[in-house]
C-alpha cells in the first residue's frame, strides 16, 4: 500500500461520512431530518433565515464531501467542511467539553484536522486535483483551508445572530396600519 492509496481510503472515508451527514440533512438519508428537521435545527440555534441557513449546511456538507471523496478542489471543499464543523463546535459542542461520549467536539476537531492534512499533503496521485496537475497544495492550501473554514464560521453566525434579532424586532417595530383611519 502506497501513501497515494493511504490517502485515497482516508478521502473515501471520511468524505463519504461528511456527503452522508449532508444527505441526511438534504435529503432524510439513512434516517437524517431532511430540510425540515434541518431548519428547525439551525432556528433553535438562532441561525436564519432558517432555510438558507439549513440548505447552506446541507450542500457545504453534501458537496464538500463528495469533493473530497473526489480529491477536487481540496482546499476549497475542506475551507466549506471547516465551516460547517467549527460552526457545530461553537453552536452545539463546545459546551459539552472535548469527549464525543459527552456529546463533545472532538469528532469534529479529528475531521477538522483531516481534510486540513489534505489540504496541505494534497489529495494524492488518484486524484481531480492530481489529474489538474495539483497533487499537493502545500502549507498555503491549509491555512487556506483553516482560515476561510473559520471565518466562514464566523460569518455564518453572525449573519445568522443578526437575521435572528432582526426577527425578533420586527413584530414590536411594525405599525398595525388595518385600524388606521384613512385621511
Do not use: C, Y
Not at 476549497?76 to 464525543?100: D, E, F, S
Not at 443578526?162 to 383611519?181: F, G, N, W, Y
Amino acid at each position: 500500500m502506497t501513501a497515494g492509496t493511504g490517502k485515497l481510503l482516508v478521502r473515501l472515508v471520511v468524505g463519504s461520512v461528511f456527503a452522508a451527514h449532508g444527505l441526511q440533512k438534504l435529503r432524510g438519508a439513512f434516517g437524517g431530518p431532511g430540510l425540515e428537521g434541518t431548519e428547525k435545527m439551525v432556528a433553535s440555534m438562532q441561525m436564519q433565515p432558517a432555510a438558507l441557513q439549513a440548505r447552506a449546511v446541507a450542500l457545504t456538507e453534501t458537496v464538500g464531501g463528495i469533493a473530497i471523496a473526489a480529491g477536487a478542489a481540496t482546499p476549497l471543499a475542506a475551507a466549506g467542511l471547516i465551516a460547517t464543523m467549527v460552526t457545530a463546535i461553537r453552536k452545539v459542542h463546545w459546551k459539552n467539553g472535548p469527549w464525543n461520549s459527552n456529546g463533545g467536539f472532538e469528532f469534529n476537531a479529528v475531521l477538522i484536522a483531516v481534510v486540513t492534512a489534505l489540504s496541505i499533503d494534497g489529495p494524492g496521485k488518484a486524484s481531480v486535483d492530481a489529474a489538474l496537475g495539483k497533487a499537493r497544495w502545500g502549507i498555503l492550501g491549509g491555512l487556506f483551508a483553516l482560515g476561510a473554514g473559520i471565518v466562514g464560521s464566523f460569518a455564518a453566525i453572525e449573519f445568522g445572530r443578526r437575521a435572528s434579532e432582526s426577527m425578533d424586532a420586527e413584530p414590536s417595530d411594525r405599525h398595525d396600519r388595518d385600524d388606521e383611519t384613512p385621511i
